[in-house]
């Protein structure tokens, strides 16, 4: 017939068998293994843990319920911190994004700068010089860096929100209303960027091209950058691959319908 178990018998039980280790001299407290599985079933089930059943038992100190309490107050306090922080973060990222629709950019995506892939193979199409750019410009190659020094400089940054805006443009003959296309895309940018510099986001452009700021560019005449802080190079001359980064982004990257998108970014922390 089983035996049946009271609260009494099992802090006995483990009261007698602490008695017991010290009478040979050991110093440890009862465990499971010095008794029958239908004493362990028993005190487990009566006194709750086996740490817990000694406490009762008075054989273990009781837990300090003070530090235990704090421990779980501050675990608690954690993970309030972190949903808060969560929530900051992505208010953050659509205040952003509004304060770009705003200023009439189509596409406008944060993303972490780690996820830009750079290519250095597309240098030498800066060379090939077509924009009239190359070696005349402190924003253009080569005077803007190597590739590895305009990528590293990306990467310097966690953030990068990347803009597009669209034109309608009938056919890439029309060079005039590009560059006034290009023109319009940037300014919207320092725009942009000046109201998210004024609210603490630091941090710079990439253009739709590179910089435009002076007429000619001061190298073109040997004189220094009229405006070191805020001169901005181009998605090239970064080597951005900036069709991987618009589908990265979900933004429209082809021509179609007679619509031409342009690409910028913001890079920030
Ligand atoms: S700020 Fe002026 S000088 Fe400097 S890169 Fe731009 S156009 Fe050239």
Avoid at 238 to 263: G, R, S
Wanted: glycine share 6%; charged share 30%.
């Amino acid at each position: 017939m089983d035996k049946k178990y009271y609260k009494k018998d099992c802090i006995l039980l483990l009261k007698n068998k602490y008695i017991e280790l010290q009478s040979q001299g050991l110093t440890r407290y009862p465990q499971r293994s010095d008794f029958e599985s239908q004493d362990i079933v028993a005190i487990k089930a009566i006194l709750g843990p086996w740490p817990r059943a000694l406490e009762i038992a008075g054989i273990k100190p009781p837990r300090d319920e003070d530090r235990l309490q704090k421990n779980r107050e501050k675990r608690i306090r954690a993970k309030r911190a972190r949903t808060a922080a969560r929530k900051a973060l992505e208010k953050e990222r659509k205040s952003i994004i509004k304060a770009a629709h705003d200023e009439g950019f189509r596409g406008a995506t944060i993303i972490d700068t780690d996820k830009i892939v750079f290519d250095a193979a597309f240098r030498p199409y800066c060379e090939e010089n077509l924009c009239g750019q190359y070696g005349a410009n402190y924003s253009c190659p080569p005077d803007c860096g190597t590739p590895e020094e305009m990528k590293q400089r990306v990467l310097s940054y966690k953030k990068a929100l990347v803009l597009s805006t669209e034109w309608e443009i009938e056919d890439f003959s029309q060079t005039d209303r590009i560059k006034d296309a290009k023109a319009q895309h940037n300014a919207a940018m320092l725009r942009l960027i000046e109201k998210l510099k004024s609210v603490g986001y630091d941090g710079f452009m990439v253009g739709a091209s590179g910089c435009s700021m002076c007429k000619p560019c001061k190298l073109t005449i040997g004189e220094p950058c009229e405006h070191p802080d805020k001169k901005y190079s181009c998605m090239s001359a970064y080597c951005i691959y900036v069709k991987k980064l618009a589908e990265d982004c979900k933004i429209n990257y082809d021509y179609k319908d007679n619509i031409l998108p342009f690409f910028g970014m913001y890079v920030f922390d």
